[in-house]
């Protein structure tokens, strides 16, 4: 197991995480989306697989033969990136490479991500509703400033959180897990973790965060 900034990597055997009837993400780095697809056969002797065609906000995503692409399995709460790359193109499905191993990361130590979202908590014992503003962003947490204090021993409801137009985070229990310190704003940092989330809301976080952190790369984030 590797350490890569902080986030623990393990290179496994793709033929132990892969499997027909899986569902899976495909990555398009070129074309800054990712797609839903399920793996329809499997060949570890030849290195080939075929999936069915990706789509995206319900349309086939048009694909090139020899394009790059990575393809996202979420493995007993885990992100599994497999590198791979178009081998040919048919109607009913794509044929794709498929590499003897890939990387595994640890579902303790997501990827993190830097975004500014405005937000509210809500505290049950006061019945009080608490803005703020994140400042990073991961499947396990988040980091926010607030201009209140928040008690570090208490539980609060992450009441509403926009990611995006199609991605709002809501009703979640989270608890504060450290206090960062002060800006020259007089806001208050905190780190929250995120409590009890279910597998497609985390699965969900991961996309969004995969996704976010292509078009970074590529400087093609949309202003909010």
């Not at 990387?103 to 937000?119: A, M, N």
Request: with cysteine.
């Amino acid at each position: 197991m590797q350490e890569r900034n902080s986030v623990f990597v393990e290179k496994v055997k793709v033929r132990k995480i892969l499997y027909v009837g899986d569902l899976i993400d495909v990555e398009l780095p070129q074309q800054h989306i990712i797609g839903n697809s399920r793996v329809i056969d499997l060949d570890f002797k030849k290195k080939i697989a075929k999936i069915l065609p990706p789509v995206y906000k319900n349309q086939k995503i048009k694909l090139h033969e020899h394009e790059n692409i990575n393809i996202r399995v979420y493995n007993k709460g885990s992100n599994v990136m497999i590198k791979s790359y178009v081998l040919d193109i048919s109607k009913d499905n794509i044929l794709i490479y498929l590499p003897t191993s890939c990387y595994k990361i640890q579902k303790r130590l997501f990827f993190r991500i830097p975004i500014v979202r405005e937000g509210t908590l809500f505290e049950k014992d006061e019945n009080r509703i608490i803005p703020f503003e994140t400042r990073d962003l991961s499947a396990g947490g988040l980091q926010i400033a607030v201009k209140e204090e928040l008690n570090t021993e208490k539980e609060y409801l992450l009441k509403n959180l926009t990611l995006d137009e199609d991605f709002i985070l809501s009703e979640i229990s989270v608890r504060v897990v450290r206090y960062i310190g002060e800006n020259l704003f007089g806001e208050k940092l905190y780190g929250l973790k995120f409590l009890n989330l279910g597998y497609d809301l985390e699965k969900n976080i991961v996309r969004y965060v995969n996704l976010y952190t292509i078009k970074a790369k590529h400087n093609n984030l949309e202003e909010k």
